[in-house]
């Protein structure tokens, strides 16, 4: 069965990191592109960034261009996102996706596979 889970949300102070885990099942890892979203209260959901199968390009909104960085650990199907200089319009539940590539992703397009979420409050 195709799963995405994520982990590593949580609250944290303005300022603050955090870490987000995605594990993947093989076949949904394996030669795709990788990324999250994520979807604030009221707002809808939108692009954070993706990486692709190899040799790890990555892409990223402008929002979070500079504080987050996006990995892979292709041995272990599961893909990071680490998160610093956190602000509180950070907050939001982010969702891990998967895609044949990461421009569909980057251009949230044709989507196979997302994760339910991981919540990630920052407070000021």
């Known amino acids: 069965q195709v799963q995405l889970v994520e982990s590593g949300g949580g609250l944290v102070q303005a300022g603050g990191s955090l870490r987000l885990s995605c594990a993947a099942s093989?076949?949904?890892?394996?030669?795709?592109?990788m990324g999250w979203f994520r979807q604030a209260p009221g707002k809808e959901r939108e692009f954070v960034a993706a990486?692709?199968?190899?040799?790890?390009?990555?892409y990223y909104a402008d929002s979070v261009k500079g504080r987050f960085t996006i990995s892979r650990d292709n041995a272990k199907n599961t893909v990071y996102l680490q998160m610093n200089s956190l602000k509180p319009e950070d907050t939001a539940v982010y969702y891990c996706?998967?895609?044949?590539?990461?421009?569909?992703?980057?251009?949230?397009?044709?989507?196979?596979?997302w994760g339910k979420g991981t919540l990630v409050t920052v407070s000021s």
């Open positions: 990486i692709t199968w190899s040799p790890g390009n990555t």
């Open positions: 996706a998967a895609a044949p590539t990461a421009t569909m992703i980057r251009d949230n397009y044709n989507i196979h596979y």
């Open positions: 093989e076949r949904t890892f394996s030669n795709s592109g």
